[in-house]
């Protein structure tokens, strides 16, 4: 094999199974490469191998065991993050396509290895991709399965100029012999990975793909699908909607329904989540709250959330379509995503549970190829210059407590109240300045707005 470093002791992890039993009815079969941890006495290492179970839905499968490892030798301190993925690849011969990255002093590499699945034997080494000479991390890689399905498309994470901004790619190929290259996510805002792709049986060149979008401390969920000429007809840049920080990796798959249609999966702490939805409308939203925003350091000293909402431009500015938005500390800023509204313009309306209600300064065009918002960068972004300027951005005003558009005496009577009774805790209405403690100084706030006024203008 002309491989560096593949030898009878070569270690490696990455667990995988791959299916397909639909052309071989006869010979159903599983390929399996498994996790095992291995040592000499001296080292420990980690190690990829394989299994080949044909028949595995009978009660006695045959199973073939390959003892040799994969890929090494690696210890398994140096083996974090390293990947290895397969699928079938045009099952006329019925071939398994690996695709390997992220090896130790090769990071800007993947490695393309092939077998034949019914045939219990090891891999052979066919080339080596070099995308662009910049660090990758996380290829995977699908197909389509079924008779003579030559196109394979490959997700994986690119450090663009080495920089520790790491974009979203897809590698494709429909001969296994050339390969093109398309970006799904480029921004310098955004800091993608851990990408996940599904190819659709017997649709060649059909695939989706899910991979997760970081902004600052938030991550949000994005979604894409390939049809069988390598378009995109569809891209759901946050799929999310409810809010950020989706954890886990999230899964894509084809939904049968009516045809296909788009279904991916995500986890949310103690959840699991789901959604079939195909497209949306986009945002990239920045604003600041009086209370909250610390113009020292500019950052939001919590973590909070605000509802946004897309009103229709002409009267009564009917609100159309509703999301809620999670703000990131450090960067003021994140995306929100509407699944019921069409493209077009609309003013902007943020609600938060103790500022003042403020409107976008005009209506916004707000599509599928998200937009940049800034209520911070200037009062006439508000409608009516709406806003106040502490520091160098421009923030919704706080204090009105009672949800009223107003902050008035009634607001201040809420906070005194709860000042007196010494009420502490999280996201409280009545605590304005965001320290988990309502006193004198979220009275003194609110007094200073009532004083001049402050109520909600909106067209």
């Not at 604003?287 to 350091?297: S, T």
């Not at 990131?328 to 003042?356: C, I, Q, W």
């Not at 940049?372 to 960068?377: E, I, K, L």
Request: with cysteine.
């Amino acid at each position: 094999m002309n491989f560096p470093g593949y030898n009878s002791t070569n270690k490696y992890y990455k667990p995988k199974i791959s299916t397909d039993n639909a052309k071989y009815a006869s010979v159903p079969y599983v390929f399996i490469t498994l996790l095992q941890d291995s040592t000499d006495g001296v080292n420990e290492f980690s190690t990829s191998k394989h299994c080949y179970i044909l028949s595995p839905y009978n009660m006695n499968p045959a199973l073939t065991y390959l003892p040799l490892p994969f890929l090494g030798p690696y210890p398994a301190s140096g083996m974090y993050g390293m990947c290895l993925d397969l699928a079938f690849f045009n099952n006329g011969s019925d071939t398994l396509m690996y695709v390997l990255s992220e090896r130790p002093s090769f990071p800007d590499k993947m490695y393309i290895f092939t077998a034949n699945s019914l045939v219990a034997g090891y891999p052979i080494f066919k080339e080596t991709l070099t995308p662009t000479g910049n660090d990758i991390k996380h290829a995977r890689i699908a197909a389509n399965g079924g008779d003579d399905q030559k196109k394979i498309a490959i997700i994986y994470s690119e450090n663009y100029n080495n920089s520790g901004d790491w974009d979203q790619y897809v590698v494709r190929t429909s001969d296994r012999m050339s390969w093109a290259i398309d970006n799904f996510e480029f921004s310098s805002v955004y800091s993608s990975g851990s990408g996940q792709i599904i190819g659709r049986r017997g649709a060649n060149g059909s695939f989706a793909m899910a991979f997760k979008n970081t902004v600052g401390s938030l991550e949000n969920m994005t979604y894409a699908v390939y049809n069988g000429d390598y378009n995109i007809p569809v891209y759901v840049h946050r799929a999310n909607p409810d809010y950020a920080n989706s954890f886990p990796s999230p899964k894509p798959a084809f939904r049968f329904v009516d045809g296909d249609s788009c279904l991916y999966n995500w986890n949310y702490y103690y959840t699991a989540r789901s959604s079939s939805k195909c497209s949306d409308i986009g945002l990239f939203l920045r604003y600041a709250i009086e209370g909250f925003y610390d113009d020292v350091n500019d950052v939001h000293n919590i973590l909070d959330v605000v509802y946004v909402y897309l009103a229709d431009p002409n009267p009564p500015h009917n609100y159309v379509d509703t999301a809620v938005m999670y703000l990131d500390n450090n960067l003021l800023l994140n995306e929100t995503s509407f699944y019921n509204a069409p493209a077009g313009l609309y003013y902007v309306v943020v609600k938060h549970r103790n500022a003042m209600e403020t409107w976008s300064g005009s209506p916004v065009s707000i599509d599928d190829n998200p937009g940049f918002y800034d209520f911070t960068a200037a009062s006439s972004n508000a409608y009516g210059d709406n806003m106040t300027l502490k520091g160098t951005r421009w923030c919704l005003y706080s204090g009105d407590v009672d949800q009223d558009g107003t902050i008035d005496g009634t607001d201040l009577q809420e906070i005194d109240n709860d000042a007196y009774y010494f009420v502490f805790g999280q996201l409280l209405n009545t605590d304005l300045n965001g320290d988990d403690f309502v006193d004198g100084g979220d009275f003194l706030l609110a007094d200073n707005n009532a004083a001049n006024f402050i109520s909600l203008i909106r067209p």
